[in-house]
Structure formats: C-alpha cells, structure tokens
C-alpha cells in the first residue's frame, strides 16, 4: 500500500515561514512527478507548486518568488518552503504524487494518490 502524509502546518504571523513536508511511504515506492495544492474554505483546489521527476518546477502565480518546491528521492519526501506568508495563503496543503511501488515482486505503478492535508494559518 502507498501513503501520502502531509506534516509541518501550524500558525505563523503575516512575513513569516513554514516548511512543510510529505512523505511517501509504501514497497519500493519511488515518486515520478508530484506537487502542492491547497485549499481554502469556499474556494476551489489551487495548485501551489509542482515538480517533475527529472526535476523542472512549477508554481502558481499567487506563490512565484514565495515558495520554493522540492524533493529529496533517498527520502521519498517533497518539500514546500513558503517564505513571506500572507493571510490569504491560509488553506489546508495537500500534498499529490505520481510513481512505483512494488507489490509481490511486481513493480506497479500509483496515479493521483492524496494524503490528509495539513493546515497552514496566517495570521497575526
């Protein structure tokens, strides 16, 4: 089985920071392409930032310059530095990833797999 777990939410003032972290855990999984969503109460599931398995990057206009988007393969992990938080970047972050895993000796692979989410607060 695969398992997305999304951690490193909280509450931080306005121009502050957070990391947040999402672990992909299962039988030799390895993860292709993922990303950040988030999602704020009464709005629409935004992409926050993506990132390929050959690595390549992409962020949403609201975070470009703010976020940072990354990955450490040995780990299994994505990262999402956010820097210069703002109010309107409350939401809960939801961490969607892309790859392999292997189950009774045959490698499969995993689409669209989600975890939990973690919420992320700005306020002062």
């Known amino acids: 089985q695969v398992q997305v777990v999304e951690s490193g939410g909280g509450l931080v003032q306005p121009g502050g920071s957070l990391r947040l972290s999402c672990v992909v855990s299962?039988?030799?999984?390895?993860?292709?392409?993922g990303g950040w969503y988030r999602q704020a109460p009464g709005k629409q599931r935004e992409l926050v930032a993506s990132?390929?398995?050959?690595?390549?990057?992409h962020y949403g206009d609201s975070v470009k310059g703010r976020f940072t988007i990354s990955r450490d393969n040995a780990k299994n992990t994505m990262y999402l530095q956010m820097n210069s938080l703002k109010p309107v970047d409350t939401a809960v972050y939801l961490c969607?990833?892309?790859?392999?895993?292997?189950?009774?000796?045959?490698?499969?692979?995993?689409?669209?797999?989600w975890g939990q989410g973690t919420q992320v607060t700005v306020s002062s």
């Open positions: 969607q990833a892309d790859g392999e895993y292997e189950e009774d000796g045959v490698v499969r692979l995993f689409r669209n797999f």
């Open positions: 299962g039988s030799g999984v390895r993860i292709d392409d």
């Open positions: 990132i390929s398995s050959s690595g390549p990057t």
